[in-house]
């Protein structure tokens, strides 16, 4: 009775401190056309005037997880679902309906949420960073666009499109708040060696690989897109596609902004993945849902993982300082790590985001529990709160 007691006051600790942030913000002001309410991976460059310009964020917070024996505290971890990144890019606009693109960009998560758990919490890994994008973009308005260089497959997002709002801490990769921790045995004999990231996964298409893509102009929203590429950086040289349709529409004249992709990849020889996600926000009265699911078909593969997520979220009009979101979710798979499992996830999240000059500060906080069953033993739910800020400029 004490564990339950103790994992209440826990949770209700978190649900306090969202209270406090939407409490300590009474201007009222209209910011939900801000576009960092929009997915994270979007970085927009202010000038088409082939002048080098420099990026980043830095994204570090305060991770504690109890498995239903222990409670541990993960100080200055790196949030794994917006790692700390730097890059350089560079864009020049011909006046011709044609424009080149060039990126570099790389990440450094030495204590990462995705990776630390209670056997390893002291461990740090300075030596953590990687590239993300090394990649040229060639623009031709009435052709579409062509990209060539280590960056997104076509199918990197499809299962993640989400206008909530609270991304930098609450989407559909579940794995990236406390992906490292282990599950816990119900009948208290320790910890197993199951992770929350092998419970839990958004399918989400292929990733960043060394690859060449190309993409269609937009035609009322709808973009197809298709790319063929391996991971060079993983030294793994069998090739990966995907084929992708997006559609996206958020005008000043909407009253709905929406962002949806379906696509089809395959991760190797022997599986190919279906992923899709849906996301629509109403501005005037900020009301967002999402949507997103995938699964795995493994030819002789002894299981085929697939899930539904979903999320309402809530951004109001409460600061002039910058957009507000809350957000509930609720995640379901099944057959991960082993057939016949099940896992299910669900969690409340706040961001609050401060804008000055060209740069930006997300405050954030999620609760969220994990749990995970399957036919070889009974295991205790996991419950993570994280905490942090977010600077980008």
């Keep these: 009775m004490q564990k339950y007691s103790i994992r209440w006051r826990f949770a209700a600790s978190g649900i306090v401190l969202f209270s406090a942030m939407s409490a300590s913000v009474p201007t009222l002001a209209d910011s939900l056309s801000d576009t960092r309410l929009f997915p994270e991976n979007e970085i927009l460059n202010p000038n088409n005037d082939g002048v080098p310009y420099f990026y980043g964020q830095i994204n570090k917070g305060f991770l504690v997880h109890d498995d239903g024996d222990d409670t541990e505290f993960y100080p200055l971890v790196d949030n794994n679902n917006s790692s700390t990144r730097a890059g350089l890019k560079i864009e020049n606009d011909f ?31 300075w030596d953590a960073h990687g590239l993300r994008k090394l990649e040229a973009r060639l623009d031709i308005d009435w052709l579409g666009q062509f990209w060539v260089g280590q960056g997104s497959m076509a199918s990197d997002t499809s299962a993640e499109k989400d206008l909530s709002g609270t991304t930098v801490v609450a989407y559909a990769s579940i794995s990236d708040t406390a992906g490292g921790q282990l599950f816990a045995f119900d009948d208290g004999s320790g910890l197993s060696d199951i992770k929350i990231s092998n419970a839990f996964s958004s399918l989400d298409g292929l990733g960043r690989l060394a690859r060449i893509r190309y993409d269609t102009p937009s035609l009322y929203g709808v973009r197809l897109s298709s790319s063929v590429g391996y991971n060079a950086l993983g030294g793994d040289e069998d090739s990966q596609w995907d084929l992708v349709a997006s559609y996206s529409r958020n005008e000043d004249d909407d009253a709905v902004a929406v962002a949806a992709a379906a696509a089809y990849s395959q991760p190797s020889s022997r599986t190919d993945r279906i992923s899709a996600s849906a996301s629509m926000r109403h501005k005037s009265s900020g009301l967002s849902l999402t949507l997103a699911g995938g699964r795995d078909s493994t030819d002789g593969g002894a299981n085929d993982p697939s899930y539904f997520y979903g999320k309402i979220g809530y951004a109001p009009d409460l600061t002039d300082l910058g957009p507000t979101a809350f957000s509930i979710d609720m995640y379901l798979g099944d057959d991960f790590n082993t057939a016949g499992s099940e896992s299910i996830s669900y969690a409340l999240a706040a961001v609050q985001t401060i804008n000055y000059a060209d740069s930006s500060f997300d405050i954030y906080g999620v609760v969220r529990n994990h749990e995970y069953d399957d036919n070889t033993a009974d295991f205790q739910d996991g ?10 400029f």
């Design 383 to 392: 419950l993570s709160f994280l905490t942090g800020a977010r600077w980008k």
């Design 95 to 125: 006046g011709t309906d044609t424009s080149i693109f060039v990126n570099a960009e790389g990440e450094w998560k030495p204590y990462s949420t995705g990776s630390v758990n209670q056997e390893n919490k002291n461990d740090v890994d």
